[in-house]
Antibody, heavy 120, light 107 residues
Framework: QVQLVESGGGVVQPGNSLRLSCAASGFTFSYYAMHWVRQAPGKGLEWVAVASDDGNNKQYADSMKGRFTISRDNSNNIFYLQMNSLRSEDTAVYYC?????????????WGQGTLVSVSS | DIQMTQSPSSLSASVGDRVTITCRASQTIGTYLQWYQQKPGTAPKVLIYAASSLQTGVPSRFSGSASGTDFTLTISSLQVDDFATYYCKQSYSLPITFGQGTRLEIK
């Protein structure tokens, strides 16, 4: 079954760290760039970061640079988001998404999302 | 960063209505524009990519068009299943940016 399944969310205190995982199955993971997108409660969608298909190129939204790190394990089909120095404003549902390439770029497969709540 | 200005922010309509949602990019993005539908508690789902191409499995009542930096999503005849929030998104350059969303409600 073609799917992405996120895990690792939970409640964390401000300043602490959390690592999210996105497990891919049913497709050739190493063929696709992968993204993280987040959505604060009741708010819109915010792009977080992208890793190229081979993981060698990574880009981040400015507000997350220096605090968030993405990586991927193409042998085990897992995409990660390491979040450090968490703030209350990082509270959101975090989605991973697969991106098709070329001029027809789109996020054609999403995970179900995992909720991160930053609170003391 | 490319700003995506989406309008309206909310819309009330009836089953059978024709509905149009627009998105304006702050600079040229070619046709690197997609439309996503999101229902409460679920992940977004792509409807339209490359400004006007219909994603496989999406009903043909959904269509997209482009004119310069202005983009339009049209639902030709609203169905109950279409009441949701819609987002445009540009993938022309990083950072990827989304419109603010349009909440489509039943009148």
């Amino acid at each position: 079954q073609v799917q992405l399944v996120e895990s690792g969310g939970g409640v964390v205190q401000p300043g602490n760290s959390l690592r999210l995982s996105c497990a891919a199955s049913g497709f050739t993971f190493s063929y696709y760039a992968m993204h993280w997108v987040r959505q604060a409660p009741g708010k819109g969608l915010e792009w977080v970061a992208v890793a190229s298909d081979d993981g060698n190129n990574k880009q981040y939204a400015d507000s997350m640079k220096g605090r968030f790190t993405i990586s991927r394990d193409n042998s085990n089909n897992i995409f990660y988001l390491q979040m450090n120095s968490l703030r209350s404003e990082d509270t959101a549902v975090y989605y991973c998404a697969r991106e098709t390439s070329g001029v027809t770029k789109r996020f054609d497969l999403w995970g179900q999302g995992t909720l991160v709540s930053v609170s003391s | 960063d490319i700003q995506m200005t989406q309008s309206p922010s909310s819309l009330s309509a009836s089953v059978g209505d024709r509905v149009t949602i627009t998105c304006r990019a702050s600079q040229t993005i070619g046709t690197y524009l997609q439309w996503y539908q999101q229902k409460p508690g679920t992940a977004p789902k792509v409807l339209i990519y490359a400004a006007s191409s219909l994603q496989t499995g999406v009903p043909s009542r959904f269509s997209g068009s482009a004119s310069g930096t202005d983009f339009t999503l049209t639902i030709s005849s609203l169905q109950v299943d279409d009441f949701a929030t819609y987002y445009c998104k540009q993938s022309y350059s990083l950072p990827i940016t989304f419109g603010q969303g349009t909440r489509l409600e039943i009148k």
